[in-house]
């Protein structure tokens, strides 16, 4: 048996092999998530007793509708705590096909579907099942910060094309066009998008379509935000665009739409070749997501939408307030989001200056969020983390007042008066 030399035993009292710990290079290689990181910094001062106005997580303030919550009741009462199939119960897949064709009138079966532990659950599937090393995955940014990793994980390289702010941070089928080599897989999408808030057209979406049909790429259309919108024009499920149903993967969830973060329900719909691999992954990683919040998500997309509604009128107010505030912040500027509740905005004309009550110098977008919640007690992520240097993400899912009390802060941290 080897010996350590640096500890006579582990903890069970057997000998520790160093020689052998040591961690994959895929793991090592791993950035921890941004938004998680900085919502933990908040969480650490607001322990010590400080008041922080923490706008770092993308997560609804409202509770989950009661109506939901007395499905996962029943369900308990019922029994329905056990090993669901794998891939998720037929019921809650009936479900889901049943809500496409109501709000999209796209057509799935159930054996389309694969109901996993959330939506970035949803799209590590996808990614594993579909990618592997010596794949391109293109990436349009700023993009939500586990794209990248995900795609990596699965031994793919994630090529990112930046968007810019002129063009409202959308992906234009030139863009698109110009970064297909003969390496890549597929497109991975997000809209409405984190964190930008950008939105697509159907004329937009149609451009990138062509794209994918010409060079017979695969579309992961990540529409988690789908039900989060403040545009006229109404939401367009990428798969409904002509010629795009086979070779489109949707991801969606009921966390965003129903306040359902921690139910952690997320899905994929695809062909039935594509959804046979990834349930059979999936039956190897998790078994199967939780029985319990599989009735609750059931109960969610069969129910009455109108809590669905009223919490996105609610946003729209803040989305609206938030606007107001940022507008009114010298030297900063946001294309106004289209969708979600991010607000993703320009702060590199303060790179060199002193901010705050500490007359602090920041040089970078992960500087000045260091420096804002240090010195003013805000909690924002930075856009280094999104791909977007000189930007940063606040959330406005939560209460006026908190973005009222927040903003002044902000704005009395880069100098003016409140």
Known sequence: MLKSDAAPNGAAGFPVCVSKMKLSPAVTALKPSATIAAAA??????????????????????????????????????????????????????????AYQRDYQIKYEPNQVVVSNG?????????????????????????????????????????????????GWRLTGPQFAAAVTPKTRMLLLNSPCNPTGATYSTDQLQALADVAAKHDLLV????????????????????????????????????????????????????????????NLQSQETSNPCSVSQYAAAAALTGSQECVEAMRREFAKRRQYTLERVAALPGVNMPAPGGAF??????????????????????????????????????LVSGDAFGAPGYVRLSFATSIDTLKSGFDRIQSFLGGSV
């Open 41 to 98: 910094k908040a969480k650490a001062l607001k322990s010590q007793g400080v008041t922080v106005y923490d706008f770092t997580l993308g997560e609804p303030d409202f509770n989950t509708p009661e109506h939901i919550q007395n499905a996962a009741i029943e369900a308990m009462r019922a029994g329905h705590t056990h090993y669901t199939p794998s891939g998720g119960t037929l019921e809650l897949k009936k479900a889901i096909c049943a």
């Open 119 to 167: 939506a970035k659950h949803s799209i590590h599937n996808v990614l594993t099942a579909l990618c592997g090393p010596g794949d391109e995955v293109i990436i349009p940014a700023p993009y939500w910060v586990s794209y990248a990793a995900l795609v990596e994980l699965a031994g793919a390289t994630p090529v990112i094309v930046e968007t810019s702010e002129a063009s």
């Open 220 to 279: 992961c259309s990540d529409e988690i935000y789908e039900r989060l919108l403040y545009t006229d024009e109404p939401f367009r499920c990428f798969a409904t665009l002509p010629g795009m149903y086979e070779r489109t993967i949707i991801i969606s969830g009921v966390s965003k739409a129903y306040a359902m973060t921690g139910w952690r329900i997320g899905w994929t719909l695809a062909t039935p070749f594509i959804t046979a691999a990834m349930d």
């Open 342 to 379: 991010y607000a993703f905005f320009n702060i590199s004309s303060y790179f060199g200056k002193p901010l705050g009550a500490k007359r602090q110098v920041v040089q970078t977008a992960t500087d000045f969020c260091t420096a804002l919640l240090e010195d003013a007690h805000v909690a």
